[in-house]
């Protein structure tokens, strides 16, 4: 009881700490002794909004290897195949919005279709899965380059989303007194948003709806759900096509905030085992939280560590599991 008290307590002082940073005016020796406040305040609201988009990747992989215990290092190369096809797709018919609606059931199907030729074979063999979706994604790779070859795509940001807002916070106080606000760019502030309605859906999903309660039930025990008289392998079916269709709106939501190159499926992989170990299998909470530790340590390594920027990412994910092996928000 008192560690949890003084755990509260240290987070709360936390909070007041990083509220005041945030909307203080800044006196000179804090600036010397850390920089400019716009810097840190733009680096802070960079940090989250990519955590924003890491969860958005995560979170289909947090249902496909956290939850289902499915190994697909497929996942990135679904990624960036949405993006890819996003942008043809908002391209060809001049609506950001239906390209994103064609990549995720475009990357759903192809998940059901993954689902049903290779990991309902290879249930509960973890080296095959690694091994098979390993060579998907390298023969993937290749296909993507060959069609698309290696240029950069950028998506258009749709109307609407455009430009930057003006937030409550006091960047600096000119000399005659006026107060200069710090601006930020929509989009990404509207990425946030949407990473965080779909945490709460898929939370609601997982543990407020029968479907979601067969799934873990399918996962602990498939052979009693089945003798129940649910059709366990259409549920399972159905969980892979909702991870990889997020896999590939979040290509379309991230090629709009950063871009759609080769190598970017590596990278996204990456960034979504490390979020999933960091947050815990299964838990959709802890992967949101190891997002925005993730995105966090990113930039704000870049913004004053560059050299080590890479270095804090895997500092993280070591540090949680020597404390706690099973992840921030996982179960032994």
Avoid: C
């Avoid at 109307?159 to 916070?169: I, S, T």
């Avoid at 499926?265 to 190891?290: E, H, N, P, Q, W």
């Amino acid at each position: 009881m008192q560690r949890r008290t003084l755990v509260v307590l240290g987070v709360v002082l936390f909070a007041a700490a990083l509220l005041w940073l945030i909307f203080a005016v800044w006196p000179d020796w804090l600036i010397d002794a850390i920089g400019r406040k716009k810097t840190f305040v733009t680096t802070l609201l960079n940090g989250v909004t990519l955590g924003g988009l890491y969860f958005l990747v995560a979170s289909g992989f947090t249902l496909v290897f956290g939850l289902m215990r499915n190994v697909n290092l497929a996942h990135g190369s679904m990624y960036l195949l949405g993006g890819y096809i996003g942008y043809e797709v908002a391209e060809a018919t001049g609506s950001w919005f239906f390209g994103l609606a064609v990549a995720f059931l475009v990357i759903a199907v192809s998940g059901i279709l993954l689902q049903v030729a290779i990991f309902r074979r290879m249930e509960g063999d973890e080296l095959r899965q690694t091994l098979v979706t390993i060579g998907i994604s390298i023969i993937a790779a290749d296909l993507m380059l060959a069609v698309w070859t290696g240029t950069t795509y950028q998506f258009d940001t749709p109307e609407g989303l455009y430009g930057a807002v003006v937030l409550p916070v006091i960047s600096v106080i000119k000399s005659s007194g006026a107060p200069v606000f710090i601006k930020y760019p929509m989009y990404r502030l509207t990425v946030l948003g949407v990473a965080v309605a779909v945490g709460i859906g898929l939370w609601v999903f997982l543990n407020r709806t029968r479907v979601g309660m067969m799934v873990r039930a399918g996962v602990n025990d498939r052979e009693m759900l089945a003798a129940s008289g649910v059709n366990v392998q259409l549920v399972f079916a159905l969980v892979f096509a909702i991870g990889a269709g997020l896999a590939g709106f979040a290509g379309v939501v991230g090629g709009t905030a950063l871009s759609i190159a080769p190598g970017e499926d590596i990278r996204y992989l990456l960034a979504s085992l490390v979020v999933v170990i960091v947050g815990g299998l299964g838990s959709v909470t802890g992967a949101a939280i190891g997002a925005l530790l993730i995105g966090l340590a990113e930039q704000f390594g870049l913004a004053y560590f560059p050299t080590y920027a890479v270095v804090l990412t895997f500092v993280i994910m070591v540090g949680v599991l020597a404390i706690r092996p099973q992840g921030i928000m996982g179960t032994r």
